[in-house]
T-cell receptor
Framework: TQLLEQSPQFLSIQEGENLTVYCNSSSVFSSLQWYRQEPGEGPVLLVTVVTGGEVKKLKRLTFQFGDARKDSSLHITAAQPGDTGLYLCAGPLYNTDKLIFGTGTRLQVFP | NAGVTQTPKFQVLKTGQSMTLQCAQDMNHNSMYWYRQDPGMGLRLIYYSASEGTTDKGEVPNGYNVSRLNKREFSLRLESAAPSQTSVYFC???????????????FGPGTRLTVT
């Protein structure tokens, strides 16, 4: 069974701090995605990583796909209150167009 | 371009009542999905449809039925609501087909359902 575990579950930090969120699995994924969900809204895709070892940057957000394609991380530099939300990783179930989602990391950034 | 729209946004039902959640997408996507989101449990797939006229069960299908009316619309029906179905329901669509595409899913704003 393919599962995605995220850590930490909750993170409360002050504006300006750095943080890293992890997404781990014992299964290999062809790609992994990161979504951000703001209160009262649906998740929105931030990035897709498809190559083992790949690093993608989106302004202050850095995403990395593990060499073995079993894990991914999201690093935020100098967090801002606008980064507050639920961060979800997701990966495709083998040979289907269905995604499985991690349980999420809820980030709160205080001014 | 509206993307994925869902109605209603909020609903309160009594145990045993029925209702249909509506979803429509205007991106010409083949695949559509219904999820429920509960605290601490992430998004769990209820049903999905890979194309018009086809539907398949996801992880938590019990108590729900779906209908893929056409390529744009995918509805979720609760025949006899139970308190355990209190949740936030999201519809999503994707252009991906099995083994191809980026699998990016586009989500609607959600329906917040309370069953008392």
């Amino acid at each position: 069974t393919q599962l995605l575990e995220q850590s930490p579950q909750f993170l409360s930090i002050q504006e300006g701090e750095n943080l890293t969120v992890y997404c781990n699995s014992s299964s290999v994924f062809s790609s992994l995605q990161w979504y951000r969900q703001e209160p009262g809204e649906g998740p929105v895709l931030l990035v897709t990583v498809v190559t083992g070892g790949e690093v993608k940057k989106l302004k202050r957000l850095t995403f990395q796909f593990g060499d073995a394609r079993k894990d991914s991380s999201l690093h935020i530099t100098a967090a801002q209150p606008g980064d507050t939300g639920l961060y979800l990783c997701a990966g495709p179930l083998y040979n289907t167009d269905k995604l499985i989602f991690g349980t999420g990391t809820r980030l709160q950034v205080f001014p | 371009n509206a993307g994925v729209t869902q109605t209603p946004k909020f609903q309160v039902l009594k145990t045993g009542q029925s209702m249909t959640l509506q979803c429509a997408q205007d991106m010409n996507h083949n695949s559509m999905y219904w999820y429920r989101q509960d605290p601490g449990m992430g998004l769990r797939l209820i049903y999905y449809s890979a194309s018009e006229g086809t539907t398949d069960k996801g992880e938590v299908p019990n108590g729900y039925n779906v209908s893929r009316l056409n390529k744009r619309e995918f509805s979720l029906r609760l025949e006899s609501a139970a308190p355990s179905q209190t949740s936030v329901y999201f519809c999503a669509s994707s252009e991906a087909t099995a083994g191809f595409g980026s699998y990016e899913q586009y989500f609607g704003p959600g329906t917040r359902l309370t069953v008392t």
